[in-house]
Nanobody, 116 residues
Framework: QVQLVESGGGLVQAGGSLRLSCAAF????????MSWYRQAPGKERELVAR????????NYAESAKGRFTISRDNPKNTVYLQMNSLKPEDTAVYYC?????????WGQGTQVTVSS
């Protein structure tokens, strides 16, 4: 059974940093690309960043470029999102996602709140 467990969210002032983690269970982590999404109140869920299975390729939303870094540690079955220079508009629930054989699996999400 696929399970994704996010952690690392919290309350931070604008300009601060947070590092999110997502621990993966129940599938061969190193075979699949991983993504971070976020959903702000009243808005649709949006892709923040994606990383390939080996970690050699990354993609970012325009809003995340230059500030966020996605990485992974395959032996630890964990994907990370380092977020720097945070802005109030980054406030959202952040979700880890794995697409396995065409099906998306999601974590429970971790709240990130950036105060101005």
């Amino acid at each position: 059974q696929v399970q994704l467990v996010e952690s690392g969210g919290g309350l931070v002032q604008a300009g601060g940093s947070l590092r999110l983690s997502c621990a993966a269970f129940g599938f061969t982590f190193s075979w699949y690309s991983m993504s971070w999404y976020r959903q702000a109140p009243g808005k649709e869920r949006e892709l923040v960043a994606r990383i390939s299975s080996a970690g050699s390729t990354t993609n970012y939303a325009e809003s995340a470029k230059g500030r966020f870094t996605i990485s992974r540690d395959n032996p630890k079955n964990t994907v990370y999102l380092q977020m720097n220079s945070l802005k109030p508009e980054d406030t959202a629930v952040y979700y880890c996602c794995a697409r396995i054989r065409g099906t998306d699996s999601w974590g429970q999400g971790t709240q990130v709140t950036v105060s101005s």
